[in-house]
């Protein structure tokens, strides 16, 4: 087990650009959460799937943003039409659900640059 | 006002020295709550995870929660310049949703 990974580690695109994120979460994780830090802050939740289902989204999530998880097994997020505001690192994490526990791991992040 | 407060420090320590981080929150609902370092430009890794009320302790770490106060802390024992990060508590209701509510991170400094 290699614990979460996300593709690719940067991204630089230039304003207006379409992009995509991908995570690969802990194998046998049925939840998988996708988030946004920003330099000085806390990761801010923006999507969570419990398998391939997506159950809950931030108002953060503005109609450019989209997440998919296809089968319930890997997950992207899609960022249309980018502006300077999006860059940000993007943070995947998952998790496996049991009586009284819900430790989510994180990958290591996508760093987004808008220019 | 934020639903979690976590002093952003910088908090610089000699090496040895006993660390005390903490957040306070304001939602009596939360249950989950959870401990993270986080080194520059890397993803989160997980330190402490409790459930409900009580201590946990684990190596030279030491969680508390304390919900009568809405205050939880991570006792950093032995500090060593290894443990210099970011330090994130999160936190999630029991029910209704999923969604954890990070703290803006305590930088730490432990200093040779």
């Known amino acids: 087990d290699t614990g979460v990974s996300q593709d690719p580690r940067h991204k630089i695109t230039k304003r207006g650009q379409n992009v995509t994120f991908r995570c690969d979460p802990i194998s046998e994780h049925n939840r998988l959460y996708w988030y946004r830090q920003t330099l000085g802050q806390g990761p801010e939740f923006l999507t969570y799937f419990q398998n391939e289902a997506q159950l809950e989204k931030s108002r953060l999530l503005s109609d450019r943003f989209s997440a998919e998880r296809p089968k319930g097994s890997f997950s992207t997020l899609e960022i249309q039409r980018t502006e300077q505001g999006d860059s940000a690192m993007y943070l995947c994490a998952s998790s496996l659900t049991g009586p009284s526990t819900d430790t989510q791991y994180f990958g290591p992040g996508t760093r987004l640059t808008v220019l | 006002q934020k639903e979690v407060e976590q002093d952003p420090g910088p908090l610089s320590v000699p090496e040895g020295a006993i660390v005390s981080l903490n957040c306070t929150y304001s939602?009596?609902?939360?249950?989950?709550f959870m401990w993270y370092r986080q080194y520059s430009r890397k993803g989160p890794e997980l330190l402490m995870y409790?459930?409900?009320?009580g201590n946990k302790e684990d190596g030279r770490f030491t969680a508390q929660v304390d919900k009568s106060s809405k205050y939880i802390s991570l006792f950093i024992r032995d500090s060593q310049p290894s443990d210099s990060a970011t330090y994130l508590c999160?936190?999630?209701?029991?029910?209704?949703?999923?969604?954890?509510?990070f703290g803006t991170g305590t930088r730490l400094k432990v200093l040779a």
């Open positions: 939602n009596s609902a939360f249950q989950y």
């Open positions: 999160a936190m999630r209701r029991t029910s209704g949703t999923y969604k954890y509510i």
């Open positions: 409790t459930y409900s009320s």
